[in-house]
């Protein structure tokens, strides 16, 4: 479990592609002197859930797989570029963001980036299939990142970010065309399947 607040950041080291589809991911990773990360650890990186594979130093590697792989933009990572961190919540740890499990549901584009006051309004892309689950003040993890949706509209959401999350995280980098993984609000998913599963019972 997560909060979806970036403490941490990392820099991809190198990617090596597995024969049977999947790549292993090295990170030189920020905090790991701070939260003393044991192999089979969970941490989050660009909000995607991997779990450590091996630890040397500040170098860790993750396996991929290819489920992962499809789901996110793990697979565009490159040598170099920037990623964010978040080690997986302790017991009485404070919850400032909203609870994000790092299991991303699916990728959207970033469509635009507009100057607002001291920060940005940004647009992306939503999918289909995530567009029920995306209201206006709702939350939503957007590579890794907790916020809260500032408009949403049939096939894109925009993003209010102050100054600390375009400086903290990599959000304040993403270009126009790049994509971001996406992870819905899961209060949003229980409380629709409930609904709809009221709904059945109901009608039948």
Not at 75 to 87: D, I
Not at 130 to 150: C, H, M, N, Q
Not at 162 to 179: C, D, F, H, K, M
């Amino acid at each position: 479990m997560f909060s979806g607040l970036i403490a941490y950041r990392g820099t991809v080291l190198r990617t090596s592609a597995h024969a049977g589809g999947g790549l292993r991911l090295a990170v030189a990773c920020e905090g790991v002197e701070q939260e003393a990360p044991v192999t089979k650890d969970s941490i989050a990186v660009n909000g995607v859930c991997l779990t450590a594979a091996s630890i040397v130093e500040r170098e860790v590697e993750f396996d991929v797989i290819p489920e992962t792989l499809a789901r996110s933009a793990l697979g565009a990572l490159q040598p170099g570029e920037r990623v964010n961190l978040e080690y997986s919540l302790r017991l009485g740890d404070r919850l400032g963001g909203h609870l994000v499990y790092a299991h991303v549901d699916a990728t959207g584009a970033v469509l635009a980036r507009t100057a607002q006051g001291q920060g940005e309004r940004v647009r992306i892309e939503l999918p289909p299939s995530l567009r029920r689950f995306v209201v206006e003040k709702g939350y939503i993890a957007v590579d890794g990142v907790s916020l809260t949706v500032a408009s949403a509209q049939n096939g894109w959401f925009e993003l209010a970010l102050i100054p600390e999350t375009l400086q903290r995280t990599t959000l304040g980098q993403r270009p126009v065309g790049s994509r971001v993984n996406l992870e819905v609000d899961p209060i949003a998913r229980y409380a629709l399947a409930q609904v709809q599963t009221l709904g059945s019972e109901i009608g039948a």
